[in-house]
């Protein structure tokens, strides 16, 4: 097995976080090259607008919220009324929750908390326990179907610790540590496993960033501007059709991270 490409049109892909700009996209594209799809997010209302936009008998939508069990196992058991099932995963889901992980007290001069634990277990849940579930149901599924299939983590060069993100940059970097693991475990089953590390891209995840912050980070990186959203899609693309590569991260960055 696993000597020809997997060609895009017999791609049946579930994508989480599918409402955002990245998540909306891969949808776009993949549908475009003449895959099947079924978009996740918990935003009910943004995912019926992107039903509505993109107008094509292949593209399927489900609401849930997948740092839970059981909706994760009910949007593969909808895959499989709509499309058959499927043989890709995107785990893109993500969020921010930035702050410091302490302050000073301006009139007191002490030291207080800043990252509350929420906040923390907030961003862990989506960013790393969701892709975990997710991966874990795709996988048990595959197995015995006698099908490739491919998982897709959407990793970020926050893996190497960016400041404000104690959250976000530990759920990136387990989801790069976890591309690794599942690589290895689930080649026998015919299963490659890959991640995306974008740098700073062009999405409305951006949006909750501050201008300053935001023109610090561009400052960094050597090609001198944001990526963008189809530039990532690239790197998908090419996970998604190069069958011999698995386990690795492919940094879609500017150079942000050299």
Request: charged share 20%; aromatic share 6%.
């Given at each position: 097995?696993?000597?020809?490409?997997?060609?895009?049109?017999?791609?049946?892909?579930?994508?989480?976080?599918?409402?955002?700009?990245?998540?909306?996209?891969?949808?776009?594209?993949?549908?475009e090259?003449?895959?099947?799809?079924l978009?996740v997010?918990?935003?009910?209302?943004?995912?019926?607008?992107?039903?509505?936009?993109?107008?094509?008998?292949?593209?399927?939508?489900?609401?849930a919220?997948?740092?839970?069990?059981?909706?994760?196992?009910?949007?593969?058991?909808?895959?499989?009324?709509?499309?058959?099932?499927?043989?890709?995963?995107?785990?893109?889901?993500?969020?921010?929750?930035?702050?410091?992980l302490?302050?000073?007290?301006?009139?007191?001069?002490?030291?207080m908390?800043?990252?509350?634990?929420?906040e923390?277990?907030?961003?862990?849940?989506?960013?790393?326990?969701?892709?975990?579930?997710?991966?874990?149901?795709?996988?048990?599924?595959m197995?015995?179907?006698?099908?490739?299939?491919?998982i897709?983590?959407?990793?970020?060069?926050?893996?190497?610790?960016?400041?404000?993100?104690?959250?976000?940059?530990?759920?990136?970097?387990?989801?790069?540590?976890?591309?690794?693991?599942?690589?290895?475990?689930?080649?026998?089953?015919?299963?490659?496993?890959?991640?995306?590390?974008?740098?700073?891209?062009?999405?409305?995840?951006?949006?909750?960033?501050?201008?300053?912050l935001?023109?610090?980070?561009?400052?960094?990186?050597?090609?001198?501007?944001?990526?963008?959203?189809?530039?990532?899609?690239q790197?998908?693309?090419?996970?998604?059709?190069?069958?011999?590569?698995?386990?690795?991260?492919?940094?879609?960055?500017?150079?942000?991270?050299l």
């Amino acid at each position: 097995a696993g000597q020809g490409r997997m060609l895009l049109p017999n791609v049946r892909a579930i994508v989480t976080g599918a409402a955002g700009g990245l998540g909306s996209t891969f949808c776009r594209r993949l549908l475009e090259n003449g895959a099947s799809v079924l978009a996740v997010d918990v935003n009910s209302a943004r995912l019926e607008q992107l039903k509505e936009g993109l107008k094509s008998s292949k593209f399927h939508v489900q609401t849930a919220d997948i740092s839970k069990e059981d909706s994760v196992r009910s949007i593969f058991e909808a895959a499989e009324k709509s499309m058959a099932g499927s043989n890709v995963l995107v785990n893109n889901a993500g969020i921010l929750r930035d702050k410091a992980l302490v302050k000073r007290d301006k009139s007191s001069g002490k030291g207080m908390h800043g990252m509350s634990k929420e906040e923390w277990d907030a961003v862990i849940s989506i960013n790393l326990t969701a892709p975990f579930l997710c991966a874990r149901e795709f996988a048990s599924r595959m197995i015995g179907s006698g099908q490739e299939g491919v998982i897709v983590n959407i990793s970020s060069s926050a893996r190497n610790g960016y400041v404000f993100q104690s959250n976000y940059s530990a759920a990136k970097a387990g989801l790069a540590a976890d591309t690794v693991v599942w690589a290895k475990e689930l080649a026998k089953h015919n299963i490659r496993v890959g991640a995306i590390a974008p740098g700073v891209v062009h999405t409305q995840i951006l949006d909750s960033v501050p201008k300053n912050l935001l023109d610090e980070l561009i400052a960094k990186v050597p090609l001198g501007r944001l990526g963008q959203e189809d530039e990532v899609w690239q790197g998908l693309k090419f996970i998604l059709e190069c069958n011999y590569f698995t386990g690795r991260v492919v940094e879609i960055d500017g150079g942000i991270t050299l």
